[in-house]
């Protein structure tokens, strides 16, 4: 899915916590502070918005207790992103790539990594750098799970100024929209400083943030 209906007045904020091997390489050898945005967390719960995060499993595993920050907030809900932030049909970007039948087992393992902080848990997955194909859908079929990419593309991995940000959501939100953002902080060092200027223009559109399984299953 890409959006929900276009009735309404409500959006889907979503926050995607990628985490390859080579981002946690780069945590233990001190190149990098922090791939967890906690101004982003401090903002939305200062504001009391609803969004859902799409977490790696690697990610959970290196910031249990953000996590575990993100699953106690009510507005909040817990989304699956992979294991290890891989690309399963090949060429997608510079992720690094797996085989297709690994993914069911991938996703199977995320879910059981995300599973024990409770919260609002979902069957909502999106795959690293939004790249499927027919082979990768049909593999995760038994898994239940709904595929969410989203309508309006933030840009925000490696931004290096916050305006172009801001336009580029609020440019294109609409009713319905899912709103692609990182909570990658080192990797997405703009989002927090958007973030209050795209909630501002949301207000201004009668726009109101929504979980989600809200926004998609709104008529
Ligand atoms: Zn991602």
Same mark, same amino acid.
């Given at each position: 899915m890409d959006h929900g209906p276009r009735t309404g007045n409500k959006v889907a904020l979503t926050f995607d916590a990628d985490m390859t091997d080579g981002m946690l390489a780069s945590l233990r050898a001190g190149r990098?502070?922090? *791939? /967890?945005?906690l101004r982003i967390l401090d903002l939305l719960e200062r504001d009391e918005v609803p969004a859902t995060f799409f977490l790696t499993g690697k990610w959970v595993q290196r910031y249990p207790d953000v996590t575990r920050r993100i699953a106690d907030n009510p507005r909040f809900e817990l989304a699956n992103h =992979? *294991?290890?932030? /891989?690309?399963? =049909? +090949?060429?997608? *970007?510079d992720l690094p790539s797996q085989p297709v039948n690994e993914l069911r087992g991938d996703v199977a393992k995320t879910f059981e990594v995300i599973k024990? *902080? +409770? +919260?609002?848990?979902?069957r909502y997955f999106r795959f690293p750098g939004l790249c499927h194909d027919a082979a990768t859908l049909d593999a995760l079929a038994p898994l239940g799970v709904t595929v969410v990419d989203g309508d309006?593309?933030? +840009?925000?991995?490696? /931004? =290096? /100024?916050?305006k172009p940000l801001v336009r580029a959501v609020l440019d294109h939100v609409r009713p319905g929209s899912v709103v692609i953002m990182h909570v990658t902080e080192a990797n997405a060092a703009m989002t927090d400083e958007a973030l209050p200027h795209i909630l501002a223009g949301l207000r201004e559109r009668g726009l109101v943030p929504a979980p989600l399984s809200e926004v998609l299953a709104a008529a």
């Open positions: 990098v502070k922090s *791939y /967890a945005n =992979t *294991y290890g932030h /891989a690309a399963f =049909t +090949g060429d997608c *970007y024990p *902080y +409770g +919260g609002r848990q979902t309006v593309v933030s +840009g925000d991995p490696f /931004a =290096t /100024a916050w």
